[in-house]
Nanobody, 114 residues
Framework: QVQYVESGGGLVQPGGSLRLTCAAS????????MHWYRQAPGKQRELVAG???????TYANSVKGRFTISRDPAKNTVYLQMNTLNPEDTAVYHC????????WGQGTQVTVSS
């Protein structure tokens, strides 16, 4: 059974940075496309960034140039480095492998506020 544990969120001022971590179990994450999603209150979940099994990365236009997705196969972990955060980035962030239907993790709350 696939499980995701997201961590690294918190309260940060506009312009600040955070690094989110996704620890996956039940799969070898490096063999799959891995995505970071976010869901803000009252809004639909949106895809933020993705990394393919081959290491190709994609980003939503709203985060391009500010966020970086990466992975550490040895730790079966995926990261999301978030820089120059703004209040519109406030959301619960989740990681997920779309090729493997299953339960979502708890996510990690990111709040950008002064």
């Amino acid at each position: 059974q696939v499980q995701y544990v997201e961590s690294g969120g918190g309260l940060v001022q506009p312009g600040g940075s955070l690094r989110l971590t996704c620890a996956a179990s039940g799969i070898i994450a490096s063999r799959y496309d891995m995505h970071w999603y976010r869901q803000a209150p009252g809004k639909q979940r949106e895809l933020v960034a993705g990394i393919s099994s081959g290491g190709f990365t994609t980003y939503a236009n709203s985060v391009k140039g500010r966020f970086t997705i990466s992975r550490d196969p040895a730790k079966n972990t995926v990261y999301l480095q978030m820089n120059t955060l703004n209040p519109e980035d406030t959301a619960v962030y989740h990681c997920y492998a779309p090729a493997i239907p299953g339960s979502w993790g708890q996510g990690t709350q990111v709040t950008v506020s002064s």
